[in-house]
């Protein structure tokens, strides 16, 4: 079967499929023969042992078979989903929305669309600042007038950080709510109800998790503990949907959020995507 290093890593594998798949301790006899292991269960056992000192695995009372702990289940996913990172995931909004119910994920997709300031029209002493898609009323001063000149086509999201930098603090406010309205108004949202047991955990990790705030701060990746509390997960990656308002292609960052005992490896196995390591 290989030597020890190969034979412990494939025995913690089926430990963790099985495990996700019966949510129930796992023992050596039922180990061998769900993975057809060609070593005896009392070898298993003795790898059992082994990953337990390790880390990989505790055993929750004596007479029970063994449950991976979290940093085992971190690497675990860390190792399968590493490629899916790296891709541009092809989907369809109506199978997403399907999945989520069926496998308990919270999704959220977001297009990649800029909103770029278009047009600044000077009228009764106030400045109407438009937008691609929205726009926002403000007083008018001569210097506010010159500073959103400078701005001309850039994207909503790079003059909030400008207006934050220089301190003009009602323009900040005001674009940082028309962002949220348009945000709300473009992304797609299916699960929600899944995060209810984050919010008994920590009210503020469920708002940032709805209102998308850690997805716009992290980079694409998969993320524990840095942004959710034990036991759960979050995949941040780019994928490509038709969007039905508009009947085109479009290209989108996704965020799923959900346990570590979801099947993430069939969820999108059944959304398109099968180049796992």
């Known amino acids: 079967m290989g030597n020890v290093m190969d034979i412990k890593s494939k025995l913690l594998i089926g430990i963790i499929q099985e495990y996700i798949k019966s949510k129930e301790p796992i ?53 399968v989903l590493k490629i899916l990172i790296q891709s541009n995931l092809i989907l369809e909004l109506d199978i997403l929305q399907n999945l989520s119910t069926r496998y308990g994920i919270y999704c959220i997709l977001v297009p990649k669309s800029d909103n770029l300031l278009e047009e600044i029209i000077y009228t009764h002493n106030y400045l109407i600042l438009r937008f691609s898609r929205s726009e926002i009323v403000i007083k008018y001063s001569e210097a506010l007038y010159r500073f959103v000149e400078s701005l001309l086509l850039m ?6 950080k400008v207006a934050s930098e220089v301190g003009a603090g009602e323009l900040k406010r005001k674009l940082i709510a028309l962002n949220q309205v348009d945000f709300d108004e473009n992304c797609y949202r ?15 990790y469920y708002l940032d998790l709805l209102q998308a705030k850690v997805f716009m701060l992290f980079k694409n990746g998969i993320y524990f503990n840095k942004m959710l509390p034990d036991g759960y997960i979050a995949i941040i990656h780019n994928v490509e949907y038709s969007n039905p308002k508009i009947n085109v292609k479009q290209e989108a960052r996704m965020m799923c959020v959900g346990g570590l005992l979801v099947d993430y490896r ?5 959304l398109g995507f099968n180049n796992f390591a």
């Open 155 to 160: 994207d909503i999201g790079d003059i909030i």
């Open 266 to 270: 069939n969820f999108y196995a059944e």
């Open 190 to 204: 299916f699960g929600s109800k899944f995060l209810k047991d984050i919010a008994n955990i920590d009210a503020q």
């Open 27 to 79: 023992g050596s006899e039922f180990l061998k023969s769900r993975q057809n292991f060609d070593i005896s269960s009392a070898t298993i056992r003795n790898y059992f042992k082994i990953l337990e000192k390790e880390g990989a695995l505790f055993q929750p009372h004596i007479s029970s078979g063994r449950i991976p702990t979290y940093d085992a289940l971190h690497a675990y996913w860390n190792n």
